[in-house]
């Protein structure tokens, strides 16, 4: 596995905006438990994991934010606009200068990180378990961290391998 920022330790702090110019800072969701989902419009990966993610946060309830976060930087506002409405996506936030992918040290898109109420990151990785070799998911890693912090207890797995487009950090 390729280097990774450090679990079970505080996750790197941000401010992004949405694509309607609202902020949005990690600690200011301090409390919930925050899905960082680094996403692109034009990834069949994301394509195909999108409604699995929106599926499942409409079951995580309020005490979970989901955050997609665009750090491709050829893709437009617009592109990303088209995309997340068609895909269900209620909100995106852009990484235009790569700040916060280059802080998580995201190499591919999907890429998910879980970080619970106190800030704390507790996973990191794909979004389930489907691979170029496997296409039928079996577990969704994401939704069982999300579901263990809910209850108070730590993740069984806390960093799997993601799997998707490369992003090409500038």
């Given at each position: 596995?390729?280097?990774?920022?450090?679990?079970?330790h505080p996750a790197p702090l941000f401010s992004l905006p949405d694509l309607e110019?609202?902020?949005?800072?990690?600690?200011?969701?301090?409390?919930?438990?925050?899905?960082?989902?680094?996403?692109?419009?034009?990834?069949?990966?994301?394509?195909?994991?999108?409604?699995?993610?929106?599926?499942?946060?409409?079951?995580?309830?309020?005490q979970v934010v989901l955050l997609p976060i665009a750090s491709v930087l050829e893709?437009?506002?617009?592109?990303?606009?088209?995309?997340?409405?068609?895909?269900?996506?209620?909100?995106?936030?852009?990484?235009?200068?790569?700040?916060?992918?280059?802080?998580?040290?995201?190499?591919?898109?999907?890429?998910?990180?879980?970080?619970?109420?106190?800030?704390?990151?507790?996973?990191?990785?794909?979004?389930?378990?489907?691979?170029?070799?496997?296409?039928?998911?079996?577990?969704?890693?994401?939704?069982?961290?999300?579901?263990?912090?809910?209850?108070?207890?730590?993740?069984?797995?806390?960093?799997?391998?993601?799997?998707?487009?490369?992003?090409?950090?500038?």
């Open positions: 596995m390729t280097p990774t920022i450090a679990l079970d110019g609202r902020q949005w800072s990690l600690e200011s969701l301090r409390g919930k438990i925050v899905v960082l989902y680094f996403w692109s419009a034009e990834c069949a990966w994301c394509q195909r994991t999108d409604p699995h993610v929106v599926e499942r946060a409409a079951t995580w309830g309020e893709e437009t506002p617009d592109q990303l606009r088209q995309a997340a409405q068609e895909r269900g996506l209620p909100l995106v936030l852009r990484d235009a200068a790569q700040q916060v992918a280059k802080a998580y040290q995201v190499q591919t898109t999907p890429h998910f990180f879980v970080i619970d109420a106190e800030g704390i990151l507790r996973y990191q990785g794909a979004f389930d378990d489907v691979t170029f070799r496997q296409r039928t998911p079996t577990r969704s890693y994401v939704d069982e961290t999300v579901r263990a912090l809910l209850a108070g207890r730590a993740p069984e797995i806390k960093e799997t391998l993601a799997y998707g487009c490369a992003l090409t950090l500038h």
